[in-house]
T-cell receptor
Framework: EDKVVQSPLSLVVHEGDTVTLNCSYE??????LLWYKQEKKAPTFLFML????IEKKSGRLSSILDKKELSSILNITATQTGDSAIYLC?????????????FGKGTHLIIQP | DAGITQSPRYKITETGRQVTLMCHQT?????MFWYRQDLGHGLRLIYY???????DKGEVPDGYVVSRSKTENFPLTLESATRSQTSVYFC????????????FGSGTQLSVL
């Protein structure tokens, strides 16, 4: 059974701080790892990391995939109150088995002004 | 507007009643998914569909029924609602089976009393 574990489950920091969110996974036939941001409603896509694209960056957010350690980190620098959200990590397997993504429980990030 | 819409946004029902949650997407995506989100569990896949008239079980299918007579619609039915089915339900779609990010609807918050 595929498994995704995120840590920490919750995190409170002050505006301007840098945060690192962790995601580890166990999956048969790993294909990709995805990060989503969930504010009040639907999760929205941030990054997809694969064997051919292990590092992604967008503004203050960046993510790295470590295939040897079966993990990924999501970094947010110079945090803002608008970064407050639940950050979800998900993995996708190739080959047989159910389609769709396997999600972790998420990290609830709170940015205090 | 193009996108993926769910209805209703909120639903309160009683145990034993049948409830149907609706999902409609305008992108003509082949793949559609139903997830439920619960505290302590994250997002879990209920059912998915690769195309019209093709559906398959996910991680937690018991107590749910789906159908997909048209590409754009993917309703989820709780045949006899139970309190354990109180949750937030998200519908999602994807253009391709793998390597494509999921687009989520805004969710339906269901309470079973």
């Amino acid at each position: 059974e595929d498994k995704v574990v995120q840590s920490p489950l919750s995190l409170v920091v002050h505006e301007g701080d840098t945060v690192t969110l962790n995601c580890s996974y166990e999956v048969t036939n790993f294909r990709s790892l995805l990060w989503y941001k969930q504010e009040k409603k639907a999760p929205t896509f941030l990054f997809m990391l694969t064997s051919s694209g292990i590092e992604k960056k967008s503004g203050r957010l960046s993510s790295i995939l470590d295939k040897k350690e079966l993990s990924s980190i999501l970094n947010i620098t110079a945090t803002q109150t608008g970064d407050s959200a639940i950050y979800l990590c998900a993995v996708e397997a190739s080959g047989g088995g159910a389609d769709g993504l396997t999600f972790g429980k998420g990290t609830h990030l709170i940015i205090q002004p | 507007d193009a996108g993926i819409t769910q209805s209703p946004r909120y639903k309160i029902t009683e145990t034993g009643r049948q409830v149907t949650l609706m999902c409609h997407q305008t992108w003509s995506h082949s793949y559609m998914f139903w997830y439920r989100q619960d505290l302590g569990h994250g997002l879990r896949l209920i059912y998915y569909s690769a195309a019209a008239d093709i559906t398959d079980k996910g991680e937690v299918p018991d107590g749910y029924v789906v159908s997909r007579s048209k590409t754009e619609n993917f309703p989820l039915t709780l045949e006899s609602a139970t309190r354990s089915q109180t949750s937030v339900y998200f519908c999602a779609s994807s253009a391709i089976r793998q390597g494509g990010k999921l687009f989520f609807g805004s969710g339906t918050q269901l309470s079973v009393l």
